[in-house]
């Protein structure tokens, strides 16, 4: 899901898809973003201000806080996406999230060339909060629906499979499949040094939406790990969700005050970079449900070595032991021994680095933009250069 509210009269919604959005300006002659947006309290994944843009035009469909916010205003949100997508020329859907299914669905109906942009999987999403009783069952039934439709409209679409991951699963499924990243980096926020862990403790970096599928137990019990062994680490964890307030209990359980710290979620900008050079390594413990994380580019085209579990688009973006350290997700002793062997080997830490910083480069908005209406050329031909197109 796309967040999006109003802030002093402007627009902010999460800095990927606000940098996605302004990647397709010099390529289009409008876009119109149809997507939720909360006028009652602001939204706190959604800082990041949207361009104040000619090209720019939101079609504003009721906020959704809740699964049941989106049942209850079923068919207003079907009515406006009717309406929105009748005079545009080319439809981007997002998935995987049940609005995409409508506008996608809509698009079938009325023969509207549309792509996909898939960028994640509610299997892994589902499997990872691990749900019980009532809560499972229905998890369960509304993932069935979600995946058989979804299906269906990849049939009949060009699909952009968020990295290497979710290409693998889904491909098969699709009319036309490409990979694709998703960054926030341009070129001039790449921050080049040589070398980390000159001081201790030695901090460990992550930056993650607290649910379940991200694997931040495992990191709890690493912490706990290093700690027992005397290791000198700290952990800070950038994000909210709706798990939080459990992760800060079993640290505190487990006597890891001052070991592992939750700062909350910080927007993208300066203080979030402060966060990524401040740091000597990253980490990403996730166990499913990843495409290309964008965080593990932001972390490379900061210096940072590099540790992510082999899940979704990370085997993908990251060459074990070149560009970061590949581990085995679910393990909280292969995530202390990867720690304390960046911490222990210069010489491989080094390495990532600098591969890493050079790896970033192929992830800035300048090359993704050119690679996105590269592959849309292709797959539309002359929508681009003969048509306006919104």
């Known amino acids: 899901m796309v967040y999006c509210d109003i802030r002093d ?32 309290r602001p939204l706190e994944r959604a800082g990041y201000p949207l ?21 209850r205003d079923y068919f207003k ?19 995987p999230n049940f609005l995409s299914l409508i506008a996608g669905e809509e ?12 960028v994640g999987d509610y299997n892994d999403v589902i499997r990872g909060e691990n749900y019980t009783g009532l809560k499972n069952i ?19 679409c060009y699909v952009l499979a968020l990295g290497g991951g979710l290409y693998e699963r889904y491909h098969k499924y699709a009319k036309t499949m490409d990979t694709i990243t998703t960054t926030t980096i341009n070129i001039e926020d790449l ?53 939080l307030d459990d992760y800060k209990a079993s640290a505190r359980e487990k006597g890891l005050d001052g070991v592992v710290n939750f700062h909350g979620f910080i927007q993208y900008g300066p203080q979030l970079f402060e966060f990524y050079r401040r740091a000597d390594m990253f980490l990403l413990p996730s166990i499913g449900a990843e495409g290309t994380p964008r965080v593990v580019i932001e972390a490379m085209s900061q210096s940072l070595p590099v540790i992510a579990t082999k899940v979704g ?22 995530i202390a021994d990867a720690v304390e062997r960046i911490i222990d080997d210069a010489e491989l830490r080094r390495l990532l680095i ?37």
């Open 77 to 95: 949100h079907k009515a406006l996406l009717r309406k929105g997508i009748a005079d545009c020329d080319l439809i981007n859907i997002r998935s």
């Open 107 to 118: 698009c079938l109906r009325t023969n509207k060339p549309f792509f996909m942009n898939l």
């Open 9 to 40: 009269g402007v627009y902010t919604t999460m800095a990927a898809f606000a940098r996605y959005v302004e990647a397709l300006l010099p390529y289009v002659d409008g876009v119109r973003l149809m997507l939720p947006v909360s006028r009652q």
């Open 354 to 390: 600098n591969m890493g910083y050079e790896r970033a480069h192929d992830f800035t908005l300048e090359n993704h933009s050119r690679d996105l209406f590269n592959k849309l050329s292709r797959e539309f031909p002359g929508m681009f250069k003969d048509a306006p197109v919104t």
């Open 313 to 334: 688009g990370n085997p993908w973006t990251i060459e074990d032991g070149v560009t970061g350290l590949l581990i085995e997700p679910g393990d909280p002793r292969a």
């Open 191 to 243: 921050f080049k040094r040589e070398d980390t862990c000159l001081d201790e403790p030695a901090r460990v970096l992550t930056v993650a939406v607290m649910q379940g599928y991200k694997g931040i137990p495992h990191l709890i019990d690493a912490a706990a790990l290093l700690k027992e062994k005397g290791r000198k680490v700290a952990f800070d964890l950038l994000g909210t969700g709706s798990r």
């Open 51 to 71: 361009a104040q843009h000619p090209k720019i035009e939101v079609l504003e469909l009721p906020p959704i806080y809740h699964l049941k916010d989106f049942f």
């Open 138 to 156: 229905m998890g369960n039934i509304l993932l069935a629906n979600h995946e058989a439709r979804l299906k269906r409209l990849m049939a009949n």
